[in-house]
C-alpha cells in the first residue's frame, strides 16, 4: 500500500479532510500531518513536515493545501528531493506527474472546488511519470543552476 503524506494550514482544513477520505476510498495509507482546526497556523512549517516524511522515505509523495496553494508550494520546493507542483485542473496535476516527475501535490483551498480537488487529486495519483525526454530537465530541478548555464554539478 502507498503512503501519501497529507497536511494544510487553518485555510485548507476542510479540503484536506475531503482529500484524506478520497486517498482512503481509493486503497491509499494517509499520513495526516495536520493542522487540523481554524486557528491560524504557518503554513511553511505543514510543508516542511511533508518533505520531512518524504525525505526519511515514511511517505512516497505528499498532498499539500493552503488558502491559495502558492505558500505551501514555495516552502515545499525549497527542498532539493520535492517537486511539489500547484494544480488547478487534472490537466495540470497529470502533466506535473508525466512530465516533471512531481512528488507533492497542491492546491488552493479557496481557488478551487471540491470536484475539482478531487480531478487534481486522481490525476496525480494515477499518473506515471513518463521519464525519457524528461529525465535531464528533471534531473536539474534538485540542483542549484550552475554558472555559465551549464549543466548542474551535483
Same mark, same amino acid.
Do not use: W
Given at each position: ?10 485555510? %485548507? ?6 482529500? =484524506?477520505?478520497?486517498?482512503?476510498? /481509493? $486503497?491509499?495509507? @494517509?499520513?495526516?500531518? +495536520? ?11 505543514? %510543508? ?6 518524504? =525525505?526519511?522515505?515514511?511517505?512516497? /509523495? $505528499?498532498?499539500? @493545501?493552503?488558502?491559495? +496553494? ?85
Amino acid at each position: 500500500m502507498s503512503v501519501i503524506a497529507l497536511a494544510s494550514d487553518h485555510a %485548507g482544513v476542510e479540503l484536506k479532510s475531503f482529500l =484524506a477520505n478520497e486517498m482512503k476510498a /481509493r $486503497g491509499y495509507e @494517509v499520513l495526516d500531518l +495536520g493542522t487540523d482546526g481554524p486557528a491560524s497556523v504557518d503554513y511553511p512549517d505543514f %510543508g516542511y513536515a511533508v518533505a520531512k516524511v518524504i =525525505a526519511e522515505g515514511k511517505a512516497e /509523495r $505528499g498532498v499539500a @493545501v493552503c488558502g491559495s +496553494g502558492i505558500g505551501i508550494s514555495i516552502a515545499l520546493n525549497r527542498y532539493p528531493h520535492i517537486r511539489a507542483a500547484l494544480c488547478h485542473n487534472g490537466l495540470t496535476a497529470r502533466l506535473a506527474r508525466q512530465h516533471n516527475d512531481a512528488n507533492v501535490l497542491c492546491m488552493g483551498a479557496r481557488m478551487i472546488g471540491l470536484e475539482v480537488a478531487r480531478d487534481c487529486l486522481v490525476a496525480f495519483l494515477d499518473t506515471a511519470y513518463e521519464g525519457g525526454r524528461h529525465d535531464g530537465r528533471v534531473a536539474k530541478l534538485g540542483c542549484p543552476p550552475a554558472t555559465g548555464g551549464s549543466a548542474p554539478s551535483c
